[in-house]
């Protein structure tokens, strides 16, 4: 079965500052990968994906991600933080079935202070 | 404009009522999803469909019951809220089609309060 872990609950950068938002993954097949981020009282936003094409992939607002295999990671960095960056980041992988449905980590909280 | 639209987007209601939570999507997107979140945690699927006519039980054991009469229209129905069923409710879309990259779009949400 597929999982994914998010090995930090909460991260807290100064603004400016690189973002780095940890991702585990265990899957029997490559998988497809993605992150979303959900701003209070809004719905999840697609950042990026990856689907075994590029191993470094480039998301919207200055996000990226590269996958891994032999770590099995999914990291999720920007090079500067902004006020703006803060919100719930969510790692998650898609099933194996046709089902398309979506496998999500515990969540991570971006802090980003002044 | 394609989008993804849920109403309502707060819902305060006493134990017992019949509640309907609605989501439809401009898209014209095959599958749609129910994912339940509790504050602070992730999401979990409670229902699917593949399409018109078609509803599956997700991962997540859930009272509700969903239809999918229309494309578009995929409302998740409690027919006796209990104070258990407080949680935001999430609605997505995605295009049908066995690539991995199919990305889900999402919906702003339904925050229910069960008194």
């Known amino acids: 079965a597929q999982s994914v872990t998010q090995l930090d609950s909460h991260v807290s950068v100064s603004e400016g500052t690189p973002v780095l938002l940890r991702c585990n993954y265990s899957s029997s097949y490559s998988p497809s990968l993605f992150w979303y981020v959900q701003h209070p009282n809004k719905g999840l936003q697609l950042l990026l994906k990856y689907t075994s094409a590029a191993t470094l992939v480039k998301g919207i607002n200055g996000f990226e991600a590269e996958f891994k295999k032999s770590e099995t990671s999914f990291h999720l960095t920007k090079p500067s933080a902004h006020m703006s960056d803060a919100a719930e980041y969510f790692c998650?992988?898609?099933?194996?079935?046709?089902?398309?449905?979506?496998?999500f980590g515990q969540g991570t909280t971006l802090q980003v202070k002044p | 404009e394609a989008d993804i639209y849920q109403t309502p987007r707060y819902l305060v209601i006493g134990t017992g009522k019949k509640i309907t939570l609605e989501c439809s999507q401009t898209m014209g997107h095959d599958k749609m999803y129910w994912y339940q979140q509790d504050p602070g945690m992730e999401l979990h699927l409670i229902h699917y469909?593949?399409?018109?006519?078609?509803?599956e039980k997700g991962d997540l054991s859930s009272e509700s019951t969903v239809s999918r009469i229309r494309t578009e229209h995929f409302p998740l129905t409690l027919e006796s809220a209990r104070p258990s069923h407080t949680s935001q409710y999430l609605c997505a879309s995605s295009e049908w089609g066995l690539a991995g990259g199919n990305e889900q779009f999402f919906g702003p949400g339904t925050r229910l309060t069960v008194l």
């Open positions: 998650v992988v898609r099933d194996s079935s046709n089902t398309g449905k979506l496998i």
């Open positions: 469909s593949y399409g018109v006519n078609s509803t």
